[in-house]
């Protein structure tokens, strides 16, 4: 099954105005494609094939006049010459009327990119003669697929790339078990299958950056109070620590967010019948101060964004656990109740049937029955 993943862009300045000249080419070459068919049929009575056009369209490329050509990709002018013929067949089909020419104010601009020239990542894409143009929601197009017709289109000033995907491919292995998964504080997640992905805070790469990034704040904070006593600009060295640390910032981000990745593409690509995961309230608990900079750092909100379109793009059914389930509290042998229980208590003790475990794995285990409970409830 084709799928078709849409992503905004975020380009700079610079790569806006290559964005719009390339659309403006391929509106271009649209309307001489059909220019020149116009013309041609009225002499003739036919059509050309659009590869007779293409051939003329790389002659004149040769010359001065339309030398302009070549500083965009010959992939943009082909297709929209494509584009045009399929338009005239569809007419000639009774499925679409007559084409008429693009016109600069009505017609959204757009363009076609070669699908094996187009390199995506979980942050950018890199376009032909443009270069890497950051995406604004990472990772939302799969990785590592082959892609088919993208199109780079603007909305309302909004630029963004639409590709499509064969997801079927991916849906004749096996479904595994379903599993329960507790997004934690000390770990980064507990899987009920006993899995566990450590907390990348702890990494030395991490902790790496982290030192870094103070010592760097620290110089910068003396900078500031020279700043304030002596009445002065910000100076060049207080600029360039600035600097640095917004690019260390962006690379313990960058740290994350890969981790992230892989996480949740080896948990969904898996196929288990099922995920659950819990609701949380991420919004209440960053009033928690304590536990502030843990979620923040944990990105529990980014693992959930992730699972919700990875588990899209494999078919696995995704639960969102109710935001009142007692995952912690709850015995996930027994289903005994506790009535307190702090979230520093490391291990959970049951008084009911002595169960003793670790409480991130019983809760990922209760998050995994949640499921079950809800079909028998
Ligand atoms: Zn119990």
């Known amino acids: 099954m084709m799928k078709t993943f849409k992503v905004e862009l975020a380009p700079n300045n610079k790569q806006r105005s290559l964005l719009n000249q390339a659309a403006g080419t391929a509106r271009w070459a649209y309307n001489w494609a059909l220019a020149e068919e116009k013309a041609h049929y009225a002499e003739t009575g036919e059509f ?3 590869r007779e056009l293409r051939k003329q369209l790389t002659q004149l490329k040769k010359t001065p006049e339309f030398a302009w050509l070549n500083q965009y990709s010959n992939n943009i002018t082909k297709q929209a010459i494509k584009d045009c013929s399929i338009a005239l067949k569809n007419f ?5 009327e007559f084409p008429v020419f693009k016109s600069k104010h009505k017609t959204k601009p757009s363009f076609y990119h070669d699908p094996w020239k187009l390199k995506v990542t979980a942050t950018y894409v890199q376009l032909e003669k443009i270069g890497r143009v950051r995406v604004k929601e990472q990772g939302r197009i799969p990785l590592d697929v082959s892609y088919q017709n993208p199109r780079i289109t603007c909305e309302n000033g909004r630029w963004s790339i639409s590709v499509a995907v064969d997801v079927e491919c991916e849906s004749d292995r096996g479904i595994t078990d379903p599993i329960g998964i507790d997004l934690g504080v000390k770990d980064l997640a ?3 299958d006993g899995r566990k992905y450590k907390n990348i805070n702890k990494s030395k790469r991490v902790k790496q950056l982290g030192k870094r990034k103070k010592r760097l704040q620290r110089r910068a904070s003396r900078h500031y109070e020279r700043m304030v006593k002596d009445r002065c600009k910000k100076s060049r060295g207080l600029q360039n620590l600035e600097h640095e640390i917004r690019s260390v910032n962006k690379k313990i981000r960058d740290q994350h967010t890969n981790h992230i990745h892989q996480m949740t593409s080896e948990l969904v690509k898996a196929k288990p ?5 819990e609701d949380l309230n991420v919004n209440g608990m960053l009033k928690n101060h304590k536990l502030a900079k843990a979620i923040q750092d944990n990105r529990l909100a980014e693992v959930r964004r992730q699972l919700e379109y990875k588990c899209e793009w494999y078919g696995v059914e995704l639960v969102i656990a109710d935001r009142f389930y007692p995952s912690s509290k709850l015995c996930s042998r027994c ?6 229980f702090k979230l520093s208590d490391r291990v959970y003790r049951c008084e009911h049937c002595g169960n003793v ?11 995994l029955h949640y499921k079950m409970h809800e079909v028998s409830a």
Request: avoid cysteine; charged fraction near 25%; proline fraction near 0%.
């Open 190 to 192: 507990i899987v009920s």
């Open 357 to 367: 475990m670790d409480r991130d794995l019983n809760a990922a285990i209760n998050l």
């Open 92 to 96: 000639f089909k009774g499925h679409a």
């Open 335 to 340: 289903g005994h109740k506790k009535v307190d």
């Open 273 to 277: 019948a099922y995920i659950v995961i």
């Open 48 to 50: 050309f094939f659009d």
